[in-house]
């Protein structure tokens, strides 16, 4: 049986980066932000509850939508919630607050405790309307000090919604050829997760992961496709992301990462 499941890819994203860094602590120390927008689906439309994070790190890398070649492979896969860097690096003050600005409304972010890191969310409980693909203005007043956070401000697009045409369950040997609405211009990739149960494992608990251009077409290769086949629980979670990055005073970056997820995650 095909099974279909949602866990957002842009936090995966954002706790993979702790592992590639454990090891750099030779290096200084530099500001970096993140702010993921990941789209949730309500009643009436569509809501996002975004999160702001803020640290002083070394050796980060910083996610960007613009893929330049397609790939695939295949490693584990858990459903167990991500690891916030919090965990790894301090958290820096970006300031009282962090301003949105939608086109129909302005929200604002606010500091709270997370476990052992510090992160910018809504007041609101049930997530904030917006429309995907509208441009939000991010206004962050920064903060002073070894622990304060560069002051920027920017306006970045956020991922539109878009349908995965049916592809049904394919024979040991074929590719899965995946087909969807292309994006409207070259800043934002396409991420299809394809997890699967291995022998012996009674969850999921391995994926092919696929990056591609969001041109519209590509496939999985065949090498890739008959473990998931075969496997007695499967599913699968395609994800539009984009991205703004920025550099920000004393060395450092700032990542706005927006997603589109299929399955649509509910509101809150």
């Known amino acids: 049986m095909t099974q279909r499941g949602a866990r957002p890819l842009a936090l995966a994203l954002l706790a993979s980066l702790a592992v590639a860094c454990s090891g750099s602590t030779e290096l200084q120390s530099v500001p970096y932000g993140f702010l993921t927008f990941v789209a949730q689906k309500s009643t009436s439309g569509h809501t996002a509850s975004p999160i702001g994070t803020f640290y002083s790190a070394s050796g980060l890398g910083v996610p960007t939508s613009t893929s330049p070649w397609d790939s695939c492979r295949v490693q584990a896969y858990t459903a167990a919630p991500a690891v916030g860097l919090g965990s790894v690096f301090p958290s820096m003050d970006a300031g009282t607050s962090i301003q949105l600005k939608l086109p129909s409304r302005t929200d604002s972010l606010f500091p ?4 052992s890191e510090t992160q910018y969310r809504p007041r609101t409980s049930s997530g904030i309307p917006y429309t995907p693909g509208d441009s939000v203005g991010v206004v962050i007043p920064g903060a002073g000090g070894d622990r304060g956070f560069p002051a ?24 899965i050829d995946v ?31 696929c990056q591609f251009r969001d041109d519209g077409a590509d496939s999985i290769p065949t090498r890739f496709v008959s473990s998931w086949v075969s496997a007695s629980q499967k599913t699968w979670v395609a994800s539009r992301v984009r991205t703004y990055v920025a550099p920000v005073s004393k060395g450092g970056y700032f990542d706005f990462i927006s997603t589109y997820e299929i399955p649509t995650p509910p509101s809150p």
Do not use: C, H
């Not at 920027?152 to 590719?175: C, H, L, M, N, Y």
């Not at 087909?179 to 608990?205: E, H, I, K």
């Open 112 to 115: 709270v405790t997370s476990g």
């Open 152 to 175: 920027i401000s920017f306006r970045a697009k956020t991922a539109e919604a878009f349908a995965v045409q049916d592809f049904g369950v394919p024979a040991v040997g074929s590719r």
């Open 179 to 209: 087909r969807w609405n292309a994006a409207q211009d070259d800043n934002a990739t396409m991420v299809f997760s394809f997890r699967y149960t291995t022998p012996g494992a009674s969850s999921l608990s391995s994926q092919i992961y």
